[in-house]
């Protein structure tokens, strides 16, 4: 996937900024979407008939700047998607309530991280850092006269540039065909390499449609079944440069390099060419392929950043070896899939009973008078809280109550084989607490807590490509420009 300039710009903003309720112009982006959410809860907890045109609402606008209003228009698009195996259990209005409460309760946590850190030495040995410039370089190369000449030219710039030669880029697609996402073929003759580049569909509405697609059968696991697909089409296309290359180049190896869907897609990739013996073969060159009986390098790998979640568990273990995925802090498309959506909405319907008990203790806190069963001393805080900072006393009140709704979860997320994660090994990126310091860089597994969905105001601008370019080359985001 690559968000393309209708909905982000190549920094991971988003274009628009947040309307009523207005948050403050110097508020951070965090503390503008938190500010937004809590002024829409206060708001149905003093009109209580709010909430029941909240869906007409959504569904007459069509492209909302509030940053909550297209967050809930995002994820009705997304539940549509799964109505056929999870459906919310409260009509559309209490649910939409229980989504915007899962959301506050989703602004204060961080994304799990793995124990095991490493430094950014570590992360730009293996070349992660030049890997992130192609993935973003092939983006919006479609209407240029020399796609191939814009290629070289987007990779000299900074941060890390780079000099190749056109003649080095030996297949160019740069516009995808239906179920087929633009690829290149290049020689990176620097780090003798075979790139196999794989760009993403243009824009968040295509990305969506494409991520919450079944599971099938594929390769002795199960894959998603557009990016498994388009995988087998982008492997037929490119199969016969990527050899004549080799033939050319013996020393090279071969990695499949994407961002987003494009990670995805080169994932796959990885396994189908580990897969296909006679293409294993000549790439390996009568050398055995590192695994349980032997040692030594593999000569197929695959790195993403950002990828889709798209193959289960067993295949994930399998391309552990050979294939990585960077996720970016929040981003959100490395943790959606349809049991994550279906998680989501268990968790949204039991906030929904959650919410109605502290609704009405917080109608009497803000009117300045004691809810029954209160303890007198804890109510004198909590009536200077509801007059100063209502939104943060709601959040206060509804922690207290998450450990329910949190046990439905864990209880319907039961074992399922089926369940998908973005491909092989995980490199996690995670923001500094404060300011614009260096981030800390962890490895583990994609199959593991930090595939959890997570919906917080930073999820899309976190998958910006051009994000993780800074933060693999820089190890850090650089403040924005001054206004």
């Known amino acids: ?31 503008s979407f938190g500010s937004d959410l809590k002024s829409f809860l206060i708001k149905i907890i003093k009109e209580p008939e709010y909430a029941k045109s909240l869906p007409d609402h959504l569904a007459a606008t069509e492209d909302p700047t509030n940053q909550v209003e297209k967050m809930l228009k995002m994820l009705m698009s997304i539940v549509d998607m799964v109505k056929d195996t999870t459906t919310p259990k409260h009509d559309i209005p209490e649910f939409l309530v229980g989504c915007l409460v899962a959301f506050l309760y989703h602004l204060t946590m961080k994304p799990a991280a793995p124990e095991k850190q490493v430094e950014l030495q570590s992360l730009q040995d293996t070349g992660y850092h030049v890997d992130a410039k192609w993935a973003d370089a092939v983006y919006d190369k479609e209407e240029v006269e020399d796609p191939k000449a814009a290629l070289v030219v987007s990779m000299a710039a900074e941060p890390t540039p780079k000099t190749l030669k056109v003649e080095d880029v ?25 790139l196999v580049i794989v760009r993403g569909t243009a824009n968040m509405k295509d990305v969506l449609t494409d991520l919450a697609g079944a599971a099938r059968e594929w390769e002795g696991g199960y894959a998603h079944e557009s990016v498994s697909l388009g995988a087998r089409k982008v492997f037929d296309e490119i199969k016969e440069y990527v050899l004549n290359l080799k033939a050319q180049n013996p020393s090279f190896a071969v990695r499949c390099v994407g961002h987003s869907l494009g990670g995805g897609t080169a994932g796959c990739l990885s396994i189908l060419m580990h897969h296909d013996e006679e293409f294993a073969a000549r790439i390996y060159g009568g050398v055995p392929m590192p695994g349980k009986k032997s040692k030594g390098s593999y000569m197929i790998t695959a790195v993403g950043f950002g990828s889709a979640a798209c193959i289960n568990k067993e295949l994930v273990e399998e391309a552990h070896p050979y294939c990585t995925t960077i996720v970016h802090d929040a981003d959100l498309v490395p943790r959606l899939c349809t049991d994550n959506i279906s998680d989501f909405i268990v968790l949204a319907d039991n906030l929904v009973d959650t919410f109605k008990l502290v609704a009405d203790d917080m109608r009497m806190l803000m009117k300045g008078t004691k809810p029954e069963g209160y303890d007198f001393r804890k109510v004198l805080g909590m ?51 404060k300011g614009n310091g260096p981030y800390t860089i962890s490895k583990g597994s994609m199959a593991s807590e930090t595939s959890k969905m997570l919906l917080k105001g930073s999820m899309f601008k976190d998958h910006s490509c051009g994000g993780y370019v800074k933060v693999c080359c820089l190890g850090r985001l650089p403040p924005p420009p001054a206004a």
């Open 383 to 433: 009536l200077k809280k509801a007059a100063s900072d209502p939104g943060g006393l709601l959040k206060d009140l509804l922690d207290e109550k998450m450990d329910k709704a949190e046990d439905a979860v864990d209880a319907a997320a039961a074992s399922n084989e089926k369940r998908l994660y973005a491909p092989g090994r995980l490199m996690f990126l995670s923001k500094p607490e």
């Open 170 to 194: 030996a297949y160019f697609r740069a516009a995808s065909k239906l179920g087929q996402p633009a690829v290149a073929v290049v020689a990176d003759r620097e780090r003798e390499l075979i």
């Open 1 to 31: 996937m690559g968000c393309g300039a209708s909905v982000m710009n190549r920094d991971g903003g988003d274009g628009n900024t947040a309307s009523a309720p207005q948050p403050k112009k110097e508020a951070a982006e965090g503390e």
